[in-house]
């Protein structure tokens, strides 16, 4: 994954707000970039897409990935009948890997950690996820849900960029291409 080179700084784990915090920033990775902001750009995405097609739903149900905890950053529970820790069901990373579903090992190569890596395993075991399709019943713009999609791809490595998000058919209709420029260094 020589990818990983490439994310110069290393950045705090705890940034954001954590119902549009990036998985890799959720799994306390330490190198990240702007593939974190174009997750979090997904999550608002999608509320705007489930508060414009279903306008009478209460703010919390418009919400992808409403967590209570994460961990490891947020403490765990304990059970009552032992005092074994458990990780809720309610916990942001298994909200999104209820979303995303079992990952495979390719989509997993962003992880330094091998803990991690089992910890994932474990919470979305069996797992197969959930459609865009199934969440927005009443989006029937499939080039929008495309574009979420790519957005919401839990490997940061292969989710999209800003750039490619705007290559997306969904802004042909109001792209003035001609107009738009490049900045030759990086911002």
Not at 27 to 37: F, H, M
Request: proline letters at 5%; aromatic letters at 6%.
């Amino acid at each position: 994954m020589d990818q990983r080179c490439s994310k110069k700084r290393s950045m705090s784990n705890h940034v954001g707000s954590r119902w549009y915090r990036a998985p890799e920033i959720s799994l306390v990775e330490r190198q990240y970039d702007q593939a974190s902001d174009m997750w979090s750009i997904g999550c608002i995405l999608f509320e705007m897409i489930k508060v414009s097609t279903e306008p009478d739903l209460v703010r919390k149900d418009t919400i992808l990935f409403p967590g209570e905890s994460c961990f490891p950053i947020s403490p765990i529970q304990k059970t009552r009948e032992e005092d074994e820790d458990v990780i809720g069901k309610k916990d942001q990373m298994r909200l999104i890997m209820d979303y995303v579903g079992q990952p495979s090992e390719e989509e997993l190569l962003f992880l330094t950690d091998h803990k991690v890596k089992g910890y994932i395993n474990n919470i979305s075991m069996g797992n197969d996820g959930q459609s865009l399709m199934k969440l927005l019943p009443k989006c029937g713009d499939e080039q929008l849900l495309a574009l979420l999609d790519h957005l919401l791809t839990l490997n940061p490595y292969e989710r999209w960029s800003a750039a490619e998000a705007l290559k997306s058919p969904i802004f042909d209709e109001i792209r003035n291409k001609n107009a738009e420029k490049s900045s030759k260094q990086k911002i």
